[in-house]
């Protein structure tokens, strides 16, 4: 059983997300904040069993970057946002949004 933050409940509320979480905490993170902090392999890249480092181009972010279509959660343990520009490939576990909201 993983350690990490349970995510409760979560909505968004104007350009922040607002996450409640199983220890009684809560966390808001900007929109913002969260696409551009984007845990994806293509944004943040991947490494290999040699610890060579793969990933794609930096992506061009514009308005519709920062906007949400929607919010899928991953288990107990992450949330999945699809954001307006297309790109939905990124899993915010609990405690990476903690820490976001620092």
């Not at 297309?86 to 990476?96: K, M, P, R, S, V």
């Amino acid at each position: 059983m993983s350690d990490s933050l349970a995510i409760e409940n979560y909505e968004i509320v104007n350009d922040h997300l607002l996450v409640s979480f199983s220890d009684t905490s809560e966390s808001m993170v900007s929109l913002k904040s969260l696409r551009e902090r984007c845990p994806c392999a293509s944004c943040i890249g991947e490494t290999d069993a040699l610890g060579n480092l793969y990933k794609g181009p930096d992506p061009v972010l514009n308005a519709s970057s920062y906007q949400i279509n929607g919010l899928q959660p991953v288990g107990y343990y992450g949330l999945r946002p699809f954001w307006k520009d297309g790109h939905n490939t990124g899993i915010y576990t609990g405690d990476l949004l903690k820490k976001l909201s620092g």
